[in-house]
């Protein structure tokens, strides 16, 4: 295993303390436990949005700590939810008098994590509310599974829900945007290679070089099944068709396309899925008004990508639209 | 013959030892249906209980009062899903072995808590593919060998065995609870994790058991 | 070979359309010959600034096309210089009256074809300075080679060059502060793993598993010697000490420190790798006023990092605070 | 016996069909000092003339005109370091080559005009590991042969006999200039991409003039 670390127990701790150095101006990093908050402290009579998972997926969740998105992140070890002992603390951080809402990814860590978190924060008269994102659509039958996996698609949430909350939404209206973005976003995803756990210290799956997994999650974890090599255009078809057909996308739909790498593509492959699938949008009449493109949801130095279609409306772009000022996002 | 806790230091102590020594068996079998991490969680928190034990001022007083201490321990340091789920296990098996000591009858208690717990807290059925089809038949076993007029000791071994034959069986299962579900049929064929800890884990308390014997 | 593309041959015209597409808002995207445009045409009296270079090191240079920054971009093949009749039509496209700046790696055919397009750039009548940008330090003796090469302090050339055309500044004064960047930015890099470019279709060098290469550029080509596997902290300070003696840092000096990705290098160790180089530079009494972290300047999907230190001033301070909005860099 | 337009015509397909052939061999060269670029240029760009070539309306007129759409076309397609380097080369001889027929000396002429393009633009001397240590012994053994009253079929002969060596000797050479400096003395050992491209190029040359015997 080949990595620009230390020990493998310190990475996290580490990184996120080189991220603090150099965003002082935006965020501000605790230790022990570990969590990150936005710059300058609470914003009086905002809701406070929190999110944070395992680490591993970088830039989310602290690079989108900041003015017009996150109030604070959580991040956990590689690829493990973080703990309540570091949820909740965090909560209180952020918590200005108006509530808190939580935006968790779908996994049974995650979820189990935060409630616990949320019983000790309400428990200390903190109101708090949830999101579940669970916008990965390669896993197909929630009856027989944890449910949907929130994947790239929590950028769009964290985004337009940051917005709600700057523009000065009370908690109940936040949670709903956040819920509104949830419902109409989804995301698939393929791996090229699989990544290395720098604890584990041996690629995640194994994939031959002639093999493509289709439907992974953003843990490493193994997809739903593989394929041989393909051009670029075929394997962008993989992923759009089954995030299109499951939003029911129609003709005059507005959306937003974004295509995320997982952590080891060069952008300019991203590029040229992204052309493809937006001439793929463009053939069933759907119109791309916002685009995306970059690592933002990452596993590690996994070689891969994924599609997110998010569909939008005049209050969503307009949410997505305004100003935003973090380490990974700005406009 | 009862068991008091002394036995749980040694119970905890042991099972950190057979976590540790485990630890990349677990992350393997992670790997093959899940993410990889849970030999390196379990290991992260049993390392931190064991510290915690060690800077102990004094020996805990009770069963339960080590129960609590793995439970806070467990649920601020292992994060995933195992962490929430062991810390809530023994969360109510402290609730259960308050008592300064167990006969079998409260052994039993004390297994069953930490099931509800398990079952409560992660809302999977036996089946699916989970540390509870380690627990069920853990349980069971337990009961039984109670019901029989076994000692502590012999209840454990019970449990212990119970846990094993549950944890075997899952190879066969296709997951449909956690992080291995979303392999859907590709999951059958491997042991999972979780089962997998919950087995070494009962095993150290049988071995703590006899050996206060 | 696997990677996200069609045809090898396609792949520089398919991501820069695939570009174009995502950023209609900031650039415009000419295709054969293919260049890349600031959006909206010429800004009268402003001196036009082109860059260019192989394509491969996304998002250098298309990716800094915009407000502040470049006025144009010339991709050539994956790691091939572009030609005469790209760059000539661009060069034209951005000239508003008040002259041209190339900034211009320094490899031997970059040098080559930018001169040969600024001979005809000047038949046209267009006054074109050039500045040379050689911050690799890795390159040590520049009588036996073709002199230093730029990589990644191209960023700070640009940015900077990019203010102090957009506030105004002329053509001697753009180049004078552009080549003040130059004399005053040191970089040096490492790689964990090598890239494939497409059309080669196997790794540029061979690497063995616990070997990591030491001094590479950001075309693949191998470094000047090989370690074996070390800690990042040790790495770290391999990298900084040649950069920081090489500029001759004194106690006091204010600077701009940048840890760039080669494109394969999950952000987390970037940060890690960033709070070692800070640590390092803190240890000699030099303090880092600004910094950036990601992959900037990249090589494909190279795993690696380089670590670039710009000496600061006010004025060049005040020119990298200044607004930019390209793709890459905006704030 | 002198060259004219056909053979000038003939010499770049052959050329385009050996660099072609020698595609990947030439990628492998550039990839253990360079950047791995250098047989996939050279074959762009070649290919882009031999499609220039085919789709003209008449035949060139002369050797200067088939130069000329060699210079341009390269210059245009090939990029890095060789399409300057060869554009030049190719445009020199274009002015060199305007005679409708060459005989040895026009021959040697237009060596020494391509060489001299080289070196114009690329300011390396012989033994810093490029193309120029191909050319410089070429134009040698040209000029030699001529002076011994060779025809332009065994001056061009002799030329590719002067690249083959030229070429060979640069693999015990280190790279002073190019992108193979920056290896510093791990550049020997190794055979100069472009040196070799030149020794291909010249040896088409050579059996063009052979083939118009
Ligand atoms: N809903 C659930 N109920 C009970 N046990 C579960 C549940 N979900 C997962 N598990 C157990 O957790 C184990 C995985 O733990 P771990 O790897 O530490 O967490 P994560 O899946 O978050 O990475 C599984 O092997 C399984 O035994
Ligand atoms: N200054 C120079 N003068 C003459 N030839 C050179 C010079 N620099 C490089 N070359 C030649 O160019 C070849 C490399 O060409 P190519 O790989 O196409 O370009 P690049 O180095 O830009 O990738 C080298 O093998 C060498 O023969
Ligand atoms: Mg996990
Ligand atoms: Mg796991
Ligand atoms: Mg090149
Ligand atoms: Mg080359």
């Not at chain 1, 295509?259 to 590029?271: A, D, F, K, R």
């Not at chain 2, 928190?45 to 793995?70: C, E, I, N, Q, Y």
């Not at chain 2, 042991?191 to 919950?198: I, K, N, T, V």
Request: aromatic letters at 4%; one cysteine or more; hydrophobic letters at 45%.
């Amino acid at each position: 295993m080949k990595k620009l670390i230390n020990d493998p127990q310190d990475v996290v701790a580490e990184s996120v303390e080189g991220f603090g150095l150099a965003h002082a101006d935006l965020v501000t990093v605790h230790l022990d436990p570990t969590f990150v908050v936005r710059a300058g402290g609470r914003v009086p009579g905002k809701v406070g949005l929190v999110s944070g998972g395992g680490s591993g997926h970088e830039p989310l969740h602290a690079g989108f700590v900041g003015v017009g998105m996150l109030d604070a992140a959580v991040p956990g070890a590689v690829f493990t939810s973080p703990t309540p002992d570091q949820i909740a603390p965090a909560i209180a951080a952020v918590d200005a008098g108006a509530g808190v809402l939580t935006i968790v990814k779908n996994y049974t860590g995650d979820v189990l994590n935060f409630e616990t978190a949320a019983e000790l924060a309400d428990a200390d008269g903190t109101t708090v509310r949830q999101v579940l994102v669970n916008d990965d659509v390669a896993v197909e039958d929630s009856l027989y599974t944890a449910g949907r996996r929130g994947v790239a698609g929590t950028v769009a949430v964290e985004k337009i829900a940051g917005a709600a909350a700057e523009r000065g939404d009370d908690l109940d209206a936040v949670a709903a945007v956040a819920q509104r973005v949830v419902d109409n976003v989804r995301t698939m995803g393929l791996a090229l290679t699989a990544c290395t756990v720098p604890h584990v210290g041996r690629p995640s799956f194994d994939l031959a070089d002639d093999e493509i997994e289709i439907g992974i999650g953003i843990h490493g974890e193994p997809g739903r099944h593989r394929v041989g090599l393909e051009p670029a255009d075929v394997l962008t078809e993989k992923l759009l068709t089954p995030v299109a057909d499951d939003l029911g996308l129609a003709r005059g739909d507005r959306v937003l396309l974004l295509v995320n790498g997982m952590g080891g593509t060069p952008t300019s492959e991203l590029y040229v899925v992204y052309r493809r699938a937006r001439a793929l949008l463009s053939e069933r009449g759907v119109e791309v008004t916002r685009s995306l493109v970059g690592n933002y949801v990452t596993s590690l130095e996994m070689q891969g990508a994924s599609v997110t279609v998010l569909r939008l409306d005049d209050e969503l772009t307009a949410l997505w639209d305004a100003p935003v000022r973090t380490a990974a996002l700005r406009w | 013959m009862t068991l008091d806790a002394a036995w749980a230091v040694d119970w905890v102590r042991r099972s950190a030892a057979t976590v540790a020594e485990h630890r990349d068996e677990l992350v393997e079998l992670d790997r093959q249906i899940g993410d990889g991490d849970h030999g390196e969680n379990m290991n992260r928190g049993f390392r931190a209980v064991v510290a915690k034990l060690d800077a102990l001022d004094a020996p805990p007083a009770s069963v339960g009062d080590v129960m609590r201490l793995v439970a806070t321990t467990l649920m601020s340091t292992v994060g995933g899903a195992a962490g929430p789920l062991y810390g809530t296990a023994y969360l109510r098996a402290s609730k259960s072995g308050a008592a300064t000591a167990l006969g079998s009858d409260g052994v039993v208690a004390l297994l069953e808590a930490a099931l509800d717990g398990i079952v409560t807290r992660g809302r999977a059925h036996e089946g699916e593919k989970t540390m509870v089809d380690a627990w069920t038949p853990a349980v069971a076993a337990a009961v039984d060998a109670a019901d029989h007029g076994a000692p502590p000791s012999a209840v454990l071994a019970a449990a212990a065995r119970g846990a094993h034959e549950g944890a075997a069986a899952t190879v066969a299962l296709v997951a449909t609870k956690g992080r291995a579900s979303y392999l859907g049929e590709r999951s059958a064929g491997h042991l999972d994790p979780g089962a997998r800890s919950s087995e070494l884990i009962l095993r150290a308390a049988a071995e703590a058991a006899a050996a206060a014997d």
